[in-house]
């Protein structure tokens, strides 16, 4: 889900990682771990293991954010000669089922990318993560920021090492706003009215790759947390709230109140996500809704003419624009059945710490890593943006639900999200069929 430019250079600008290669507390740590210089982040184990050690590394970084993980590897290949990172990318909803596919057959590779919360929360409970809890002891949580680890946490215990936070953000490009007369929308009826004048103009509003399903999940997801509040999301994932009350309702009434206003192109359920962006990126359409890690990318093409500003509020409900979507999503984990635990748990620490300062600094993420010492003047603007006016001073968030939904309900998610688009559910029966096949207990 990410999309973002080559970084170079980024190890030696992060004075955050001065440590990240260091002891990293386990009781039977390796020699190649409990040695490691920590004066210097990336400086190869002074006691590196005499046989060279190989770790498999998949992921889903095939665009441009890959620039930035293939350079933080190679550095490392470079610094730990014996401990070499071997990685492979597949695209994002392919390597959803080739990981599942993999850990299921106890064949995962030793370091895995995942997104943190639902999706992450089965493997840990079949027993195929490594818990990370006595790696951690060594000085590394004093390294990321408040509640890094909160959706990587199961049961007590920590399974993983997120380095990057999503938020969502409406891009809005700022020169047909003025060219067409056009107020930025702070509420949803503005929203609607913005819409409705730029299609009266000619001007395809909004757009959305629904046929890669999740981005319009985004703009739901979005709309229910306007709608319904942080808490309420929250209880209703965990099963502690039914979906179906009017809350979900109106979230599904008003995201069809945008497909009937025609805000999105007619052939919506055949966009990808990719395709959606390159609209927004050609300076056609004047509103995106998307992750920040859609910022480098929009930034790069439309350099100084967006912005990227909160999703409207809606008038009586119980959400507030100090809420937002996103929160801890993309780690590391060690495979359970890993012959180089010690060395992954290693390798996982220093990629970590390095993709969050390297991504947010590319507009490739947000930062799970403590970052006050990054030269701001380097940083994305837009990426900056969202992490300033979006992120920061937030009273709630909640992640995109497909992140946190486990199994086949994520998925139900997605599905029943689509037919909205398409227009083969009503509103009401959308909030009764998540409650019946998602919320069953």
């Given at each position: 889900m990410k999309a973002?430019?080559?970084?170079?250079?980024?190890?030696?600008?992060?004075?955050?990682?001065?440590?990240?290669?260091?002891?990293?507390?386990?009781?039977?740590?390796?020699?190649a771990q409990s040695t490691e210089n920590s004066s210097q982040a990336g400086t190869a184990s002074q006691s590196a293991p005499a046989e060279k050690i190989t770790l498999t590394f998949w992921?889903?970084?095939?665009?441009?954010?890959?620039?930035?993980?293939?350079?933080?590897?190679?550095?490392?290949?470079?610094?730990?000669?014996?401990?070499?990172?071997?990685?492979?990318?597949?695209?994002?909803?392919?390597?959803?089922?080739?990981?599942?596919?993999?850990?299921?057959?106890?064949s995962a590779p030793d370091i895995i990318y995942t997104w943190a919360?639902?999706?992450?929360?089965?493997?840990?409970?079949?027993?195929?993560?490594?818990?990370?809890?006595?790696?951690?002891?060594?000085?590394?949580?004093?390294?990321?920021l408040s509640g890094a680890l909160t959706n990587i946490t199961f049961d007590g215990k920590v399974y993983g090492l997120t380095y990057n936070q999503q938020a969502g953000a409406l891009y809005v490009n700022n020169d047909l706003f003025e060219q067409n007369g056009v107020k930025v929308p702070t509420t949803f009826d503005e929203l609607l009215t913005a819409v409705k004048t730029f299609k009266s103009k000619g001007i395809t509003p909004m757009t959305v790759g629904e046929k890669d399903e999740w981005p319009g999940m985004w703009y739901y997801d979005m709309i229910a947390l306007r709608e319904g509040g942080a808490q309420l999301c929250l209880d209703a994932l965990n099963?502690?709230?039914?979906?179906?009350?009017?809350?979900?309702?109106?979230?599904?009434?008003?995201?069809?109140?945008?497909?009937?206003?025609?805000?999105?192109?007619?052939?919506?359920?055949?966009?990808?996500?990719?395709?959606?962006?390159?609209?927004?990126?050609?300076?056609?359409?004047?509103?995106?809704?998307?992750?920040?890690?859609?910022?480098?990318?929009?930034?790069?093409?439309?350099?100084?003419?967006v912005s990227a500003v909160k999703f409207p509020t809606i008038a009586g409900a119980k959400g507030t624009d100090t809420e937002y979507l996103g929160g801890g999503a993309d780690a590391l984990c060690v495979s359970a059945n890993s012959k180089h635990k010690d060395e992954a748990v290693q390798a996982i620490k220093y990629l970590a710490s390095e993709f969050s300062s390297g991504m947010y600094l590319t507009g490739g993420g947000l930062p799970e890593w403590k970052y006050d010492s990054l030269d701001q003047s380097k940083i994305d603007p837009l990426s900056k943006e969202i992490m300033e006016n979006i992120v920061k001073g937030s009273t709630g968030s909640v992640p995109a639900w497909d992140l946190y939904l486990t199994g086949d309900d994520a998925q139900t998610h997605l599905d029943l999200v689509q037919s909205l688009f398409g227009k083969q559910i009503s509103p009401q029966d959308f909030a009764k069929q998540m409650q019946q096949k998602v919320n069953k207990s």
């Open positions: 973002k430019h080559l970084f170079a250079g980024i190890l030696s600008l992060s004075v955050l990682l001065t440590t990240v290669t260091a002891c990293a507390g386990s009781p039977n740590a390796s020699s992921n889903n970084y095939t665009n441009d954010t890959q620039h930035t993980m293939e350079n933080t590897i190679k550095q490392w290949n470079s610094d730990h000669p014996n401990i070499q990172i071997e990685a492979s990318s597949t695209e994002n909803n392919a390597y959803k089922t080739k990981i599942k596919t993999a850990i299921a057959a106890d919360g639902g999706f992450t929360e089965p493997f840990v409970k079949a027993g195929k993560i490594l818990p990370l809890d006595d790696y951690l002891n060594d000085g590394t949580k004093d390294k990321l099963k502690k709230e039914s979906y179906d009350q009017t809350a979900f309702a109106e979230a599904a009434q008003k995201l069809q109140d945008l497909v009937d206003a025609g805000a999105f192109p007619k052939d919506v359920l055949g966009v990808t996500r990719d395709e959606s962006v390159a609209m927004f990126t050609q300076g056609k359409i004047p509103m995106y809704f998307g992750g920040n890690f859609d910022a480098q990318v929009i930034d790069d093409s439309l350099k100084g003419k």
